[in-house]
C-alpha cells in the first residue's frame, strides 16, 4: 500500500481546492482499506495472474449528480500505487447519465479489485447525496431560498458529506460544535427562555456566529426585538412561516426546519424564508448506483 506522500500532487492539491483536508482523506481511506484487509484478497490471489494489468471503467448506472471521484482515487493509488494511471471522465459537480463513464483507472487487476469496492464505497454514497441535494435545488429554482444541511451525518463522514451537499449545489451549516451557536429547544428550556439564552450565547462569545430556534410567532418577536440576526422556524405550518417572514420584514436571515419534504419544498421557499434545511441529505441519501468494469 503507498503512503500520503506516495499521492501525486495534482491530486492533493485537488482535495485541498474542494475543502477537504488531504491528509484526513487518505487516512480514512487507508482505515476503510484495512478493514477488507486483514490477510490478503483471497478471492484475486487464487484466481488472477498478477501480472495482468487492465483499464477499468467507473460506470453511472443511472442518473445523478457526481462527488467523490477524488476520494475514489485516492483508494486507487493508495491500492495500486505507482503503476496506477488515471483518465478523468468526469467532474465532481457533474450532472452525468446512466452510463456515462466517471473515471478509468489502469493496473494489475488484482488491485484494482481490490480497490474497487472501497472506492465505489465513497462514490456511490457522496453521488447519493449530491444527487438528493441537487433534487432539492431543482425544486427550489427561482426562489432565493437556499437548501442546507445539518448536522445529522455519518459518523466520520461529516466532511466529506458536507462536501457533497456542496456538490449538489447546496450550503453547509456548521460543521462543529464550536463553529456557530444553535440554540435549540432544550437549550430554550434550560436557559429560561428564547432571549436570556441568545442574551447568554452572545454574551460569552460575542463574535461567534449564532441562530436560535423558536416554535411560536412570540418567541420571534421577541428574538428579534433583542437583535437576534439567525432565527430557525421549527415545525411551522407554511402559513406561519410566511407571517414570521412578514414580521421579520428583512431583520434577521430565516431558516425553516422540522419534517420539510421534497414535495413542500416549493411552497416553504415561497413565503419567502432564506434556508431550508433538510437533515435528509445526509441521513437518509439513497446512494448513486456505480459500478467498475473492466475493458475485456
Same mark, same amino acid.
Given at each position: 500500500m503507498s503512503s500520503f506522500t506516495d499521492l501525486p500532487s495534482v491530486l492533493v492539491n485537488q482535495l485541498a481546492r474542494a475543502g477537504l483536508d488531504p491528509r484526513r482523506v487518505h487516512d480514512d481511506v487507508a482505515a476503510a482499506v484495512a478493514e477488507d484487509l486483514p490477510g490478503e484478497d483471497v478471492t484475486s490471489a487464487a484466481t488472477l495472474d498478477p501480472t495482468q494489468v487492465a483499464w477499468a471503467d467507473l460506470v453511472a448506472r443511472a442518473p445523478g449528480v457526481v462527488a467523490g471521484l477524488p476520494v475514489a482515487e485516492v483508494v486507487f493509488h493508495h491500492v495500486v500505487g505507482a503503476a496506477l494511471q488515471v483518465e478523468p471522465g468526469a467532474a465532481d459537480g457533474d450532472r452525468v447519465q446512466r452510463g456515462d463513464v466517471l473515471l478509468s483507472v489502469r493496473g494489475p487487476v488484482s488491485d484494482l479489485l481490490t480497490a474497487e469496492r472501497t472506492a465505489l464505497n465513497y462514490l456511490c454514497h457522496l453521488s447519493g447525496v449530491a444527487t438528493a441535494t441537487a433534487r432539492w435545488v431543482d425544486a427550489l429554482a427561482g426562489t432565493p &431560498?437556499?437548501?442546507?444541511?445539518?448536522?445529522?451525518t455519518t459518523p466520520g463522514l461529516r466532511a466529506l458529506e458536507k462536501y457533497a451537499v456542496r456538490c449538489g449545489g447546496g450550503v453547509n451549516h456548521r460543521a462543529t460544535l464550536s463553529d456557530q451557536a444553535l440554540v435549540k429547544d432544550n437549550h430554550v428550556l434550560a436557559a429560561g427562555g428564547v432571549v436570556p439564552a441568545y442574551v447568554a450565547v452572545r454574551t460569552r462569545y460575542p463574535d461567534l456566529p449564532v441562530q436560535v430556534e423558536v416554535t411560536t410567532l412570540d418567541q420571534l418577536r421577541a428574538l428579534l426585538e433583542?437583535?437576534?440576526?439567525?432565527?430557525?422556524?421549527?415545525?411551522?405550518?407554511?402559513?406561519?412561516?410566511?407571517? &414570521?417572514?412578514r414580521i421579520t420584514d428583512g431583520r434577521a436571515r430565516l431558516e425553516a426546519s422540522g419534517g420539510l419534504t421534497l414535495e413542500r419544498a416549493r411552497e416553504v421557499a415561497e413565503t419567502g424564508v432564506d434556508l431550508i434545511a433538510v437533515g435528509a441529505l445526509t441521513h437518509s441519501a439513497p446512494v448513486l448506483d456505480v459500478a467498475m468494469d473492466l475493458r475485456p
Open positions: &431560498a437556499r437548501v442546507r444541511d445539518t448536522r445529522k433583542a437583535g437576534a440576526p439567525e432565527i430557525l422556524l421549527d415545525n411551522m405550518s407554511t402559513e406561519t412561516m410566511a407571517e &414570521a417572514v
